[in-house]
Structure formats: C-alpha cells, structure tokens
C-alpha cells in the first residue's frame, strides 16, 4: 500500500461509532499508523509506554478530537461554483441552474475547479467520496486526475443521460459515444491507485436516460464489477414524469429493477417517497441508498422515512449532493439529517428523531458500509485503512477563555460541538491511508 512507511503515533480524544446508535470515546487517545494501517489503538500512556515493533513519531497536536475519515456518498463535482443558487424545486432548478454549469464543465474550466474541489473535500475532513462529473469524458478523466493528485478516496464516473441531455451531439450518437467514453474511463480508472480510486457507472436518473441506457450501463458495471449511482424518488414531478415515461412500471424502482440498475454495488441517492415494495426491493438487491438531508431541505424535496430504510436493512450513508445541498461540509449534512428527523418528528408522535451519534454513524461507519468498505474504513479500529481527521476543538468554543473546560467534554459532547459548530475553520489535519492530505496553514 503506498501509505507512509514510517509508523507515527497521534495523539487526541478518539470518537468513533462503530454501529448505529453505539458511540465510543477515548479521552485521552491515541492511534499508531504504520504503513497506511491502523497499528493500534487505545490509550495514549498505555500505547507510549508498550513496547513498538518499530520506533515511532509522535504526533501531539494538544485539545484535538480525532474521528473516523468522513464520507460523502453522493456529490457532484461540476456543480460546486453553482451551490445556495435558485429557488426552485428539482426539475426547474436542474434545468435552470445546473445543466447550464455542468454544460461549461470542459477543459479549462474543469481544470481549474477539479482540484480545488478535491481540496475543500479534504479541508472538509472528508476522506471518500463518491463523485459525478458531467457528460465529458474530460470532465471525468480531469476529475480522475485531480483526485488522484488529491490523496483522497473517491468513486467517480461520467454523467449519463440520453434524454433532454444539454450536449451538442446528434441524439443518434449520444448513447454509443456515452457507453464507449464511460467504458474507456473505467477500463483505465477502476481500481487505480492501490484501490484508492474507483469508477462508478451514472445514468443521472430514468427522467433522462433511455431503458437502453440504463439497461447497457447495468450490464458494463456488472462485467467491470464496478459502482453504479443514480437518483431515485427524490421530488414528486420527477415520480410523475417517470411514471408517463415508464406506463408499464409498478412504480420509480421498478424501472430501475427492470434495467438491472439494482445490485449490491449500487448507490441510490435520495430515495423519500418510496412505496413499501419499493424498500422492500431496495433491501432484497441489497442495493445502498445516500441521503442527502441539506438538499432535501434546500430544493424543498420532501423529509425521507429513514427509520424504514434501516428496519428494512438498507444500507445508508450521507451525501452532500453539492449543489443542491449548499456545502461539501459533512457536519453540516449530519446536523441537516437530525433535524429532518426532528422535523418529521414533529407530526408523527410515535417516530423518535436520531441522535448525534446516530447521524455520526451514518456519515462515517454507515457509509462505509453503504459503499462495501466497512471492513476497510469507517472506525478507528486497528487493521483498518488510517482514514481519520484532526479537529481543532477550542476552534469550535466561543470564547476562547473556555479552553480549559475540553478536558471535561464527554464524547457527546465532543461529537455535538462538530455537528453544530465543526467546518473546515476546524479541520486542523485530514489522512487517507495515514498520509496527510491536509493540514491548516496555522501548523503547516
Ligand atoms: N436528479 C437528477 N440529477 C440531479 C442532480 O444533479 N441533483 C439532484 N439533487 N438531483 C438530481
Ligand atoms: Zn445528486
């Protein structure tokens, strides 16, 4: 593994959630990483004082919790110069605002934003993404680069539409020329870098993409055994213009059923007004769902039955979906998820909103999980991939005067300060693979 091959130990208040609703905290923690591994993990004097099989750096960086990589399971790479922009719902706001950016998302341009992306991902603390790019093959292939620069974990693949697409080529050619670039790209990008990268087949979602493409994209993830990511049951229009496009279908998920779209390697993002078959559907293809709160609340999409994903068994992990939702912040989407909880909550009596700890996991372990890599990142657990980000906690406080009182924080606390108050301000050091892949300027 191209990790760092000299073991370094660092030093902090360790949270993680290995399963939904299980917090664990380690006031005074430390990991050692040694070749990109996790070593060991427990308490810092106990760890110091061991004995190591090799000599290691210690990292103190003082009043810093350290957490699991965050992972973003579902955003848009040329869509970031547009976010907090358009009052509309889906359709009017992808038509007025979106495909316009996406459609100068070429060349230069690309070139320009795709490595700062990757950047703010990292000043972020994200460590995986899961990424679209537009229809360009450059768009994807400049994405790749810039990704592969980046140090981070990302899946990403071509934008796929053959409906109302805003290309310039003839609607003879769109299909063939979209297989054969989103082909190429993953025959040369799958499983690059060590695994580090990866490709994922996009139709966008069945408003815009022909049952041949949806049907041929299916078929290529399956032989590449690479990723597959739509959209699915996001906004009410959109249902409606599925349902006039797809008369034959018993609802949205089965025009996805019937294409082969459903796999153990697929990424459903949204998913909020799904019929009970169609969780039911979901969950025996073992297909995995991003939830994407921020923008759900800022096009106004609706609140998702999050507690009847997870009784089914799906696996849920979060995404941003820049730009609809309006940042790449991973603190912000997990706050976003509690509160559309609450909000749900607010008229079903019986429903009890998630927890901090709740939302913690989704953005972290749930993640993992929703992306087949809970035995590769996701917790702080030894023999894992040293994923992780170090959080500046008196960065979070208001007033300065009251760092004293971090020694007493509990992990809850810890947990609520990020959730509520934690953003690139507060990332001090972002890892993939125990290499450094940001550091703030005030210890660079
Ligand atoms: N559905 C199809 N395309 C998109 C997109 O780019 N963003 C969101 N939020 N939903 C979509
Ligand atoms: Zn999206």
């Not at 110091?48 to 090799?54: E, G, S, T």
Request: aromatic share 8%.
């Amino acid at each position: 593994m191209n990790g760092n091959d000299n073991a370094f130990g660092i030093r902090g208040f360790l949270v993680d959630a290995p399963e939904f609703g299980g917090l664990r905290g380690s006031r005074n923690g430390a990991i050692i990483v040694e070749n990109g591994r996790i070593l060991a993990v427990g308490d810092y004097d106990n760890l110091r004082r061991l004995p190591q099989p090799h000599p290691v750096n210690w990292i103190d960086r003082g009043a810093v919790a350290i957490f699991p990589g965050l992972i973003d399971c579902h955003t848009h790479l040329p869509q970031y110069s547009a976010v907090a922009r358009g009052e509309s719902e889906l359709l009017p706001w992808l038509r007025q605002n979106i495909f316009p950016v996406e459609r100068d998302f070429t060349g230069p341009k690309a070139r320009e934003e795709a490595p700062q992306f990757f950047h703010a991902l990292a000043q972020n603390g994200t460590t995986t993404a899961m990424v679209y790019a537009a229809i360009y093959e450059d768009s994807c292939e400049i994405g790749f680069e810039a990704a592969k620069e980046s140090g981070l974990r990302v899946i990403l693949g071509k934008m796929m539409m053959d409906v109302g697409s805003y290309g310039q080529l003839q609607p003879k050619k769109v299909l063939s020329v979209s297989l054969l670039e989103s082909e190429r790209l993953c025959r040369k990008w799958h499983r690059s870098e060590d695994g580090r990268l990866e490709y994922a087949f996009s139709p966008r979602f069945a408003v815009t993409c022909s049952e041949k493409m949806m049907r041929s994209a299916a078929e290529l993830a399956a032989r590449f055994e690479a990723y597959l990511q739509t959209h699915l049951a996001e906004n009410r229009e959109e249902i409606e213009k599925v349902h006039h496009l797809f008369m034959s279908a018993r609802d949205y998920t089965h025009v996805y059923e019937t294409c082969g779209m459903l796999t153990p390697r697929t990424v459903l993002g949204h998913c909020i007004h799904l019929n009970p078959r169609e969780i039911a559907a979901i969950a025996a293809a073992q297909s995995s769902v991003a939830h994407c709160p921020s923008s759900n609340l800022f096009l106004g999409s609706g609140l998702i039955k999050l507690d009847q994903l997870l009784k089914a068994g799906i696996a849920v992990g979060l995404g941003s979906d820049v730009a609809a939702g309006p940042e790449l912040n991973m603190w912000q989407v997990m706050r976003a998820a509690i509160e559309v909880q609450k909000a749900r909550s607010a008229y079903e009596p019986n429903l009890r909103p998630i927890r901090a700890s709740e939302a913690f996991y989704l953005g972290t372990q749930g993640g993992a999980r929703a992306l087949g890599k809970a035995k590769i990142i996701g917790t702080l657990d030894a023999g894992k991939e040293a994923d992780f980000v170090v959080v500046d906690l008196a960065a979070l406080l208001p007033y300065q005067k009251d760092r004293h009182s971090l020694n007493a924080l509990s992990p809850e606390d810890v947990l609520a300060l990020c959730i509520y108050r934690g953003g690139p301000h507060s990332t001090l050091e972002t890892y993939v693979r125990g290499r450094c892949v940001y550091r703030a300027e005030r210890i660079a």
